[in-house]
Nanobody
Framework: QVTLVESGGGLVQAGGSLSLACAAS????????MGWYRQAPGKQRELVAS???????NYAHSVEGRFTISRDNAKNTVYLQMNSLKPEDTAVYYC??????????????WGQGTQVTVSS
């Protein structure tokens, strides 16, 4: 059973910064892509940023230039540095990791979510 433990959420004023971390444990297979998603009340969950095993990154247009995703493979941990935060960034942020096993089977695992609130 793969477990993801998130940390770093909280309340911050507009223009401030927060850093999120997510550590994965218990995986039988190598971790491929890692990423962060977010969901605001009444809205669909959306991809914020992802990073491949080769450290290729992808960002939502709304956060590009403000957020930075990174990973430490030795620690099985993915990070999200969030700068210049806006009230529109307020949401529950979810960590996601994808493993690849036998016959190229892909399996996704989710963290429990951490609240990020940006006040004006």
């Amino acid at each position: 059973q793969v477990t993801l433990v998130e940390s770093g959420g909280g309340l911050v004023q507009a223009g401030g910064s927060l850093s999120l971390a997510c550590a994965a444990s218990g995986s039988r297979f190598p971790i491929d892509t890692m990423g962060w998603y977010r969901q605001a009340p009444g809205k669909q969950r959306e991809l914020v940023a992802s990073i491949s095993s080769g450290s290729r990154t992808n960002y939502a247009h709304s956060v590009e230039g403000r957020f930075t995703i990174s990973r430490d493979n030795a620690k099985n941990t993915v990070y999200l540095q969030m700068n210049s935060l806006k009230p529109e960034d307020t949401a529950v942020y979810y960590c996601n990791v994808e493993t690849i096993g036998e016959y190229w089977r892909r399996t996704n695992y989710w963290g429990q979510g951490t609240q990020v609130t940006v006040s004006s």
